[in-house]
Each structure stands twice: as structure tokens, then as C-alpha cells.
């Protein structure tokens, strides 16, 4: 079974083929990717209209190249992938359109796929992992903890109740003048910086449930950069250190807190494993391995290409989606919301973004 996969609902425009393997695998026969986050890093964040211009400009090159790359013709296709959401609404609309298009003259089946159920089924491709497992995905636009017990059953034990990981350290960096997009310029700030200079807040830290909550710490962080300001090279540091120490503490107590709820309620995980464009940071990374390892469970993080969005992710849901026959028809609208879940019943309630997203 082989997947032509789009992706095109945020600022990466991607193409990817993959392969099902008899032994159950995924192979990635090629993963094309643009970023436009040149395009943006003047605005200091994604510019919806400039991105979705950029995927109609970069779309129909990138699928010719992936499938060029991956050395087969349309023919040989079983099925065409799109992410359908959630996302931007003309991004999704370039990709969804080119995807039904594809499908329609090549006659293959159409697979809409869930952008959230794409991360959370990407630690299978890259790592063969069984159902069930609980998914920390933390990138720049969601964050939950989510439950992955099979293919469309999905429950989210928690979310962000306001920014998402990523976006609280891309609006710390944008505060504190450095360069979009923030995890990054963040990390690399903090390495040299004194963590334990300013007392930040841990918000939520031990609540019930398992959601947490980002903004009060963004604030605290503007707070002390106001307080002391101008700001040295050594006070962005510290101030870097301790937001991504605070973060990281409050990460780490959710997700302990939601494998708590995960074997309560649904049993025991054969993995943890963290997705999404944050999963790049060490920090967080050390914390959940020693988090993962003092719970019996293997931390799984996909290479960092494939926490990121990416073409390769979309091909393999479809993959996933196809082998069991859930295939969509061509009027399947786009979604720039579309939760993948409801939330665990009996769980305290919270109205987040993420359920809209
Ligand atoms: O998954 P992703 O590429 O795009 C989506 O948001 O869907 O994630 C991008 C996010 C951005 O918010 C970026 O600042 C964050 O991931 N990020 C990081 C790091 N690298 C990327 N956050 C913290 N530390 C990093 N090293
Ligand atoms: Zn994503």
C-alpha cells in the first residue's frame, strides 16, 4: 500500500510518499518540505493570507518532486492524504482541493486526515509503537495529552486552558526581543542562563485533571523584564532559564498527573511519547525521559523532522485510515476546528481554545 500525503495547514507547505510494509511498517519513500518561516519572521508570527499564498505557489512542485523522489507514478498510488484541518482555512483549502483533485483524476481513494491525528499516529511510522500510548503533543498551536488507544479513538485527558506550549515561547522570545520563531532563540538563550535568578510561578502544578495553563507564567516573565528593564545579555538569559524551567515543571507534573488518569481509566501504556515542534527541546526532553523512566514506560519522540509537520505524518494516517476502509468522499469541507476527541466524562471542565481548535 503505497500514500501520496499534503500538508498544508499551518507554515509548512509538505509532500510525502510512504510505503506499508508487510511487517506492519511504514516506510518513508520521500518527504518534501518548505518552510515559509522567512516569510513570516518579519510580522513575528504566521500571517494567514501570506501562507496560504505560499502554499499555492509551492504546492504542485513539492508533490512532483516527492513523487519523483520516491520513484513512482500516480498509478501506483493507493490512496491521496490531505490534511483537512485544523488549521488555517486557505491553507487547508490548497491542500484539501489539490488532494481531491488528485484523487478525482486518478481515480484513487480520498483520505481527509485529522492534522492532530496525523502527530498522533507519527510515533507508529517512526517507531512501530502499539496502541494504547499517551501523546504529549506541544507545538505552536496545540497542546494536549491525549490518550491514543487505536485509529478514530482518541481521548484527551488534558489541554491547554489558554496559550499552547510552543506559542507561550514564542511570545516570551517576541517580549523579549529575540527571533521568531521563539522556541528556538529561547533554548538557546537559556543555556547560559541562571534558571533559579527569578522566583516564576508554576501554574496549576498538582491541580486535578491534567490541564494546564501558560499564560500567568508568559505574564510573570513580562513582569520581571518590565521591572528590571533595560535588560542585559545576562538578564535575557536568566529570564530564558527560568520561563523554560517554570514550563518544564509544569509539563512534566501534567503529564505525570494524565498517566495517573491514563491507568485509572483506560489501562496500561505501552509507551510515553512526545510529538509537535517543542519535542525539540532538550530541557523538556531530559525531564520527560526521567519522567517516562521512573513510571516503567520508553520515552518515544519521533526524529525531529517528524515532530514537526510534515507530508510523511498525513501519508501515514491515511495509510492507517485506508487499511481499515475508512475512506472520504470528495465534498469532505475543510475544518480549520476539528477536535479530535471529546473529553474523558467526569473530567473537570475547562473551555479551552483547543476544543475549538
Ligand atoms: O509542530 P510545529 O513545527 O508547528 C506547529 O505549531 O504545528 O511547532 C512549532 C513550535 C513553535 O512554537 C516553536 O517555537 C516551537 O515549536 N519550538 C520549540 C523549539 N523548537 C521549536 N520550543 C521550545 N524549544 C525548542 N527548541
Ligand atoms: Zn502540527
Given at each position: 500500500m503505497i500514500v501520496l500525503g499534503i500538508e498544508t495547514t499551518c507554515d509548512e507547505t509538505a509532500a510525502s510518499v510512504v510505503a506499508l510494509q508487510r511487517d506492519g511498517r511504514g516506510h518513508i519513500l520521500s518527504n518534501e518540505i518548505l518552510s515559509q518561516i522567512e516569510e513570516h519572521a518579519p510580522y513575528g508570527g504566521v500571517v494567514p493570507e501570506i501562507a496560504a499564498r505560499a502554499h499555492v505557489t509551492a504546492l504542485d512542485g513539492l508533490i512532483s518532486r516527492a513523487m519523483a523522489r520516491a520513484q513512482?507514478?500516480?498509478?501506483?498510488?493507493d490512496g491521496i492524504a490531505a490534511?483537512?484541518?485544523?488549521?488555517?482555512v486557505g491553507g487547508v483549502i490548497v491542500g484539501l482541493t489539490t488532494g481531491k483533485t488528485l484523487s478525482l483524476v486518478t481515480d484513487k481513494p480520498f483520505l481527509a486526515v485529522n492534522h492532530l491525528e496525523a502527530h498522533a499516529l507519527s510515533p507508529r511510522l517512526t517507531d512501530g509503537v502499539d496502541f494504547p500510548y499517551l501523546l504529549l503533543l506541544a507545538s505552536g498551536g496545540h497542546s494536549q495529552l491525549l490518550a491514543v488507544r487505536g485509529v478514530d479513538d482518541y481521548v484527551r485527558l488534558g489541554t491547554t486552558i489558554d496559550d499552547a506550549i510552543g506559542e507561550a515561547f514564542d511570545k516570551t522570545a517576541k517580549m523579549l526581543g529575540?527571533?521568531?520563531?521563539?522556541g528556538p532563540s529561547v533554548e538557546r538563550e537559556a543555556e547560559?542562563?541562571?534558571?533559579?535568578?527569578f522566583a516564576l510561578p508554576r501554574p496549576m502544578?498538582?491541580?486535578?485533571?491534567a490541564d494546564f495553563s501558560l499564560s500567568g507564567l508568559k505574564t510573570a516573565v513580562r513582569i520581571e523584564a518590565e521591572r528590571i528593564a533595560p535588560l542585559t545579555n545576562t538578564d535575557i538569559a536568566d529570564l530564558c532559564a527560568g520561563f523554560q524551567a517554570a514550563v518544564t515543571d509544569v509539563v512534566v507534573d501534567r503529564t505525570r498527573a494524565a498517566l495517573r488518569l491514563f491507568r485509572t481509566?483506560?489501562?496500561?501504556?505501552?509507551a510515553l511519547v512526545v510529538a509537535g515542534g517543542?519535542?525539540?527541546n532538550m530541557t523538556l526532553r531530559r525531564a520527560l525521559h526521567r519522567l517516562a523512566s521512573e513510571s516503567g514506560l520508553t520515552l518515544v519522540a519521533p526524529p525531529l523532522a517528524l515532530c514537526t509537520d510534515n507530508g510523511a505524518m498525513i501519508a501515514w494516517a491515511g495509510i492507517e485510515r485506508l487499511r481499515l476502509g475508512l475512506v472520504d468522499p470528495l465534498d469532505t469541507p475543510p475544518k480549520p476546528r476539528w477536535p479530535l476527541t471529546a473529553k474523558l466524562s467526569g473530567m473537570p471542565d475547562s473551555i479551552t481554545p483547543e476544543d475549538a481548535a
Amino acid at each position: 500500500m503505497i500514500v501520496l500525503g499534503i500538508e498544508t495547514t499551518c507554515d509548512e507547505t509538505a509532500a510525502s510518499v510512504v510505503a506499508l510494509q508487510r511487517d506492519g511498517r511504514g516506510h518513508i519513500l520521500s518527504n518534501e518540505i518548505l518552510s515559509q518561516i522567512e516569510e513570516h519572521a518579519p510580522y513575528g508570527g504566521v500571517v494567514p493570507e501570506i501562507a496560504a499564498r505560499a502554499h499555492v505557489t509551492a504546492l504542485d512542485g513539492l508533490i512532483s518532486r516527492a513523487m519523483a523522489r520516491a520513484q513512482v507514478s500516480f498509478k501506483d498510488l493507493d490512496g491521496i492524504a490531505a490534511a483537512a484541518g485544523p488549521g488555517l482555512v486557505g491553507g487547508v483549502i490548497v491542500g484539501l482541493t489539490t488532494g481531491k483533485t488528485l484523487s478525482l483524476v486518478t481515480d484513487k481513494p480520498f483520505l481527509a486526515v485529522n492534522h492532530l491525528e496525523a502527530h498522533a499516529l507519527s510515533p507508529r511510522l517512526t517507531d512501530g509503537v502499539d496502541f494504547p500510548y499517551l501523546l504529549l503533543l506541544a507545538s505552536g498551536g496545540h497542546s494536549q495529552l491525549l490518550a491514543v488507544r487505536g485509529v478514530d479513538d482518541y481521548v484527551r485527558l488534558g489541554t491547554t486552558i489558554d496559550d499552547a506550549i510552543g506559542e507561550a515561547f514564542d511570545k516570551t522570545a517576541k517580549m523579549l526581543g529575540l527571533p521568531y520563531p521563539g522556541g528556538p532563540s529561547v533554548e538557546r538563550e537559556a543555556e547560559r542562563g541562571n534558571p533559579e535568578r527569578f522566583a516564576l510561578p508554576r501554574p496549576m502544578l498538582g491541580r486535578a485533571g491534567a490541564d494546564f495553563s501558560l499564560s500567568g507564567l508568559k505574564t510573570a516573565v513580562r513582569i520581571e523584564a518590565e521591572r528590571i528593564a533595560p535588560l542585559t545579555n545576562t538578564d535575557i538569559a536568566d529570564l530564558c532559564a527560568g520561563f523554560q524551567a517554570a514550563v518544564t515543571d509544569v509539563v512534566v507534573d501534567r503529564t505525570r498527573a494524565a498517566l495517573r488518569l491514563f491507568r485509572t481509566s483506560i489501562g496500561t501504556p505501552n509507551a510515553l511519547v512526545v510529538a509537535g515542534g517543542v519535542a525539540a527541546n532538550m530541557t523538556l526532553r531530559r525531564a520527560l525521559h526521567r519522567l517516562a523512566s521512573e513510571s516503567g514506560l520508553t520515552l518515544v519522540a519521533p526524529p525531529l523532522a517528524l515532530c514537526t509537520d510534515n507530508g510523511a505524518m498525513i501519508a501515514w494516517a491515511g495509510i492507517e485510515r485506508l487499511r481499515l476502509g475508512l475512506v472520504d468522499p470528495l465534498d469532505t469541507p475543510p475544518k480549520p476546528r476539528w477536535p479530535l476527541t471529546a473529553k474523558l466524562s467526569g473530567m473537570p471542565d475547562s473551555i479551552t481554545p483547543e476544543d475549538a481548535a
